[in-house]
């Protein structure tokens, strides 16, 4: 019951920055859970960032808490995901991924109801 579009992403060289959005379109956006999740070449889909509706509880993959940032805007009905001091193993398809159910846990993949399309993220050495 909504549709996730994701932007941001480009070619970027280690150490630099980007900023991923993804705008969503459906009801009570604000009462979502939203995750962003990636995949590399060669490799399964992995968990990046979570938040909850509420804007509290953002959890991170260990290898990237210290570097992104997730936020939510619930007026515009959009997420973010600032990634600062980017490396390649960054490299991946960043996918936008929410949920409107309680509980289960927010680093799963089967949490997951609705799904963007990908955005790509390049770092080059």
């Known amino acids: 019951q909504v549709q996730l579009v994701e932007s941001g992403g480009g070619l970027v060289q280690a150490g630099d920055s980007l900023r991923l959005s993804c705008v969503a379109s459906g009801r009570t956006f604000s009462r979502y859970n939203m995750a962003w999740f990636r995949q590399a070449p060669g490799k399964e889909r992995e968990f990046v960032a979570a938040i909850r509706w509420s804007g509290g509880n953002t959890i991170y993959l260990d290898s990237v808490k210290a570097r992104f940032t997730m936020s939510r805007e619930n007026a515009k009905n959009t997420v973010h995901l600032q990634m600062n001091s980017l490396k390649p193993e960054d490299t991946a398809v960043y996918y936008c991924?929410?949920?409107?159910?309680?509980?289960?846990?927010?680093?799963?993949?089967?949490?997951?109801?609705?799904w963007g399309q990908g955005t790509q993220v390049t770092v080059s050495s």
């Open positions: 991924a929410a949920t409107e159910r309680y509980g289960g846990s927010l680093l799963l993949l089967s949490t997951y109801d609705y």
